[in-house]
């Protein structure tokens, strides 16, 4: 099975006033379809900087990294743009939704930013808020709805258009332990597929038992990598 | 995307509306001002434009402006009448004098004396709202313009026979005419010129332009030249006649100046609202902005985006604006006796006010769009 991402020797490092600082160190890591990726790790050791990396977002110091088979670092900004356009799916902390748009138009803008007209876009979107459970409210603007609610279209917008590779930051942070269990049960339902791979950042320990395969980082390395959810969930309990 | 983009426009209801308002208002100030401006410098020239039949206007060589002409002596006509190519040369004459109405009250008039026999330099049939211009031929008739009309008699429905004395001489009203306001803003009373001359007290050689027709097939200006080089004096076609008189109105007026300044009002505050509105759209909505970037949306159809949204508030502000404008160019002439009678919103302003608005809306959402571009899409993950 190929990996969707492949990282060799990855390091980065900002600079900043008074030089530079180390943050990612010499990451060496394979994700595969078909299974959620836990990054976890204390808060500054580095795990948006790593999404970031992949997503094509920061452009890396060193090291080799693959995004479905593709060097990124040889990619153009352009390029860049239509990989994240055409295979990768977003959700992040703070939702990031246009406030301007109902629900179902804001998790169809990927689909629009893709070409697709704007009726088909509405349709598929609206199917798959039905799905989350948010067949009834549509119609709703950001500002009217709980955020256990703006992530489920959050989550929408991350799939509607049927990614190779799921980036989520943090998804959970900013919600209830209820909601955040909801949002985490919909995403492993729906997100997961053969031929998809979700990374989910996180230093929420509630939400573990979701994951496939768990990567702890501290400061800028990985640390240890646990494999299967079943391992996980007895190391929990 | 532009669905997107008009949705994203709206979402801030308050700053949306804020931002036509701004539009409307610089574009009424714009073209409220300028339109004021440009229609009284061209009421300047409405008498020589509305006189489609001459095409050559010849006076002493010293004058500026058709309203300061100076008299003529009358051999000037035959003289300009020898020159090759005229077809017919006939004298006009242009001054003022005080009116004084049946029961006593004193107004200035302008009066205009056409020739006598063929009484060219008269309205036009199409002109006249009542009377007829042959009956001038009658003594001490006048024509008066409607709106002179209106200002001399306020409540009185206009009517033929009236009569009033200029310079201690009686005269009867045999005919009223419609025509373009005149800068002076006096009421104009047309005649033949014998009468005109003894209505201003004038003595002797009272002619200050000479109206000429050119032979069929004769170019206009070549004509004038030929006429200023044989006769000494100043003969110019209709049209630079016109152009001389808009350039003096435009270097001696004031106009330009005075109106200039609340135009360039108008525009600043218009950069002002419109360029800080959209300043704080693009800074409030930089991450929705490094959001789509992330999704994967690039920087030129964001540009598309923004630009979309600034035409679009462009044009519904400056359509409102354009709207409110012309509604106060109907109100201020509907009053007959107000100075303002005769303003209007000339096309050419309204079509220069559509370019510099659009281009101030453009030009602010650009530069804001600058904070924007620039936005770094890897902000999406950071609080
Ligand atoms: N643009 C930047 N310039 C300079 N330093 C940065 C920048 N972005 C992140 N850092 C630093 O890099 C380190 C790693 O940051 P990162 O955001 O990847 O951590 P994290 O693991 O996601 O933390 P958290 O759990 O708090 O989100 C931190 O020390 C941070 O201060
Ligand atoms: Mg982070």
Redesign the pocket.
Known sequence: MQPIVVCNNLCHE?Q?AGGT?Q?LKDISLEIYPGELTMLV?P????????ISVIAGLLRHSAGDVFVLGKNIAKLSSMELLKLRREKIGFIFQQFNLLLGLSSNENAAVPLVANQQSWETAQAKSNALLTQLGMGNHLEKLPRQLSGGQQQRVAIARALVHDPKLLLCD?PTASLDSQSGQTVMKLLTELAVKPDRAAIV?T?DPRIYAFADRVVH?EDGRIDKVEQGKEAIRLQRH | MMRVAFKMLMQDTAKYLGLILGIVFATVLIAQQAGMAWSVILMSVNATTSKTEVDIWVMKPNVEFVDTPESMAEVCLSRVLSVQGVQWAVPYYTGAGMLRSVDGLFKSVSINGVDDYTLTGAPSKDQMVMGNVQDLAQPDSVLVDYIGYRKLYPKAEPKLGGEFEIGQRRCTIVGIYKSKASFSGLPMIVTRRSVAVALARETLNSMTFILVKAKPGIDHRELADRISSETQLRALSRDNFVEMNINWMIKNSGIIENFGITVAMGLVVGIVIVGQTFYMFSVENRKQFAALKAIGVSNSVILQMLLAQAIFVAVIGYAIGIGICSALFYIMNLSPDSSLVGLFLPDTVALATAVIVIVMVILSSVVSAWKVLTVDPALVFRG
């Not at chain 1, 808060?43 to 790593?50: A, V």
Request: with cysteine; hydrophobic share 40%; glycine share 18%.
């Open positions: 900002f900043v600082i943050v790790g808060s500054g050791c580095g795990k948006t900087t790593l943090e950042v230093h980082m």
